[in-house]
């Protein structure tokens, strides 16, 4: 099972998404690596997420909507804080996506 795609809708996500269409459409890619680019940069956040960062971080704000679909939980937070030991910040809008970290395991993990 290739990763969930959580990733590709981050700025990096979004940039690589565009330039894979971009080749694709001219020609300079074939559409099967494109999507084999994709399922690697899921893979390679997922495990990058995963090993690399540690922090931890603490959300106040006012819940404006949130959603469960798919075991996927989607929360839009207004006014919300973010806090860890080192900085506070406070952003207007956030959207908020998570999954349960089982959804996630690979096959490899699974075996």
Known sequence: MAAIE???RSSIGNS????????VSTGK???????????QFDESMKKTMKSKVNSKVSIKGHLHTYRFCDDIWTFILTGA???NEE???TIGKVKIVACDSKLQQSDEEKA
């Open 81 to 83: 804080t973010f806090k």
């Open 87 to 89: 900085i506070s910040e």
């Open 6 to 8: 959580l990733y590709r």
């Open 29 to 39: 890619l074939p559409p099967e690596l494109a999507i084999q680019v994709l399922l």
């Open 16 to 23: 690589l998404t565009s330039t894979l269409d971009y080749m």
